[in-house]
């Protein structure tokens, strides 16, 4: 399980440092993908299985799915760590997260995810009053 926030800064090259205690969990090789709500998905090669098996089970004839599976797949990239613990993010993966400077990396149970600094402090300003709301609907009746 991923969990914890950290604050580390991309460079010129777009690598980013990925957390010491989530290295050992990530495995040699790992995917990172766009995610939702303009950040990216980090998911170990255990967690991208159950997700591509999960995908590759909804229908072709389904716009949802056509339009989901070509986002998903399309800006996901194999990875690694060098030796200095950083990624490399591509490209476009850097601009669709809106990654300039300051990351926020977050756990999030299964996968790992990294926002911009801009983008999380939006996200939590636009969800903090909402979260008791979010919370009940998700566990109602338990």
Known sequence: MFMGEYHHNIDDKN?????????SSLGTSFVV???LEKCLYIY?????????????S??????DARVFIRSFFSA???CNLDSQGRINITSQQAIYAGLNKECVIIGANDRIEIWSKENWDEFNLE????LEDVAENLFNGE
């Open 15 to 23: 690598r980013l440092v990925i957390p010491s205690n989530y290295r």
């Open 33 to 35: 993908t766009r995610g």
């Open 44 to 56: 170990t090669a255990s967690e991208w299985q159950k997700i591509v098996d999960k995908l590759s």
């Open 58 to 63: 909804l229908p072709f004839t389904k716009k």
């Open 76 to 78: 996901a990239a194999s």
């Open 127 to 130: 969800y903090a009053s909402l």
